[in-house]
Nanobody
Framework: QVQLVESGGGLVQAGGSLRLSCAASGIMLRINAMGWYRQAPGKQRELVAAITSGGSTTYADSVKGRFTISRDNAKKTVYLQMNSLKPEDTAVYYC??????????????WGQGSQVTVSS
């Protein structure tokens, strides 16, 4: 059974940095796209950043130039480096992976969520 475990959230002052990690356990033939989403109180979950198996990245406009997504395929881990954090970045952050459990069958997995709080 595949599980995603996140780490690295916390409280930081505006302008500070945090690094989120998300490691997958369990058997998958291949992990395709990986991503990070966030959900602030009273708001819908939104895509923050995504990275394909080939390393192409996508970012929400609000985080471009401040956040960097990366992946380590050998460790089945995705990272989100967050710099120049702003109070509006406060949210619960969720990692997401699309993994093939057998040829042609792709499932979507979610982490448990990590609280990131940025104080002004």
């Amino acid at each position: 059974q595949v599980q995603l475990v996140e780490s690295g959230g916390g409280l930081v002052q505006a302008g500070g940095s945090l690094r989120l990690s998300c490691a997958a356990s369990g058997i998958m033939l291949r992990i395709n796209a990986m991503g990070w989403y966030r959900q602030a109180p009273g708001k819908q979950r939104e895509l923050v950043a995504a990275i394909t198996s080939g390393g192409s990245t996508t970012y929400a406009d609000s985080v471009k130039g401040r956040f960097t997504i990366s992946r380590d395929n050998a460790k089945k881990t995705v990272y989100l480096q967050m710099n120049s954090l702003k109070p509006e970045d406060t949210a619960v952050y969720y990692c997401n992976m699309r993994g093939e459990i057998r040829l042609g069958v792709e499932l979507v997995y979610w982490g448990q969520g990590s609280q990131v709080t940025v104080s002004s």
